[in-house]
């Protein structure tokens, strides 16, 4: 069973900083591409960060210049540093992979359970 647990939420003051991990395990053949999603209450879940296999990301004009996200393909894990959080930030925030399972199976999409991310004034 594939599962991604989120980690490392928490509660800081604005112009805090919090590091996110999302750790995959299960049976895994190949993680493709990883993303983070944050859904903040009364709002539409929206894209934050997405990171290929190589390490290229990109980034919502929301985060970008204060999160940066980036993984370790040995520990199936990604992280996302955010910096100068701001109160608009405060969302649950959920990890994705692309993950196929086996060899010459279709790969697809897993979600973890979000960590919650909450910026005080």
């Known amino acids: 069973q594939v599962q991604l647990v989120e980690s490392w939420g928490g509660l800081v003051q604005a112009g805090g900083s919090l590091r996110l991990s999302c750790a995959v395990s299960?049976?895994?053949?190949?993680?493709?591409?990883m993303d983070w999603y944050r859904h903040a209450p009364g709002k539409q879940r929206e894209f934050a960060a997405t990171?290929?296999?190589?390490?290229?990301?990109t980034y919502a004009d929301s985060g970008k210049g204060r999160f940066t996200t980036s993984r370790d393909n040995a520990l199936n894990t990604m992280y996302m540093q955010m910096n100068d959080l701001k109160p608009e930030d405060t969302a649950v925030y959920y990890c994705?992979?692309?993950?196929?399972?086996?060899?010459?199976?279709?790969?697809?999409?897993?979600w973890g359970q979000g960590t919650q991310v909450t910026v005080s004034s």
């Open positions: 990171i290929n296999n190589r390490g290229t990301t």
């Open positions: 994705n992979a692309d993950i196929a399972t086996r060899r010459y199976q279709p790969s697809r999409d897993y």
């Open positions: 299960g049976s895994i053949f190949r993680i493709n591409i």
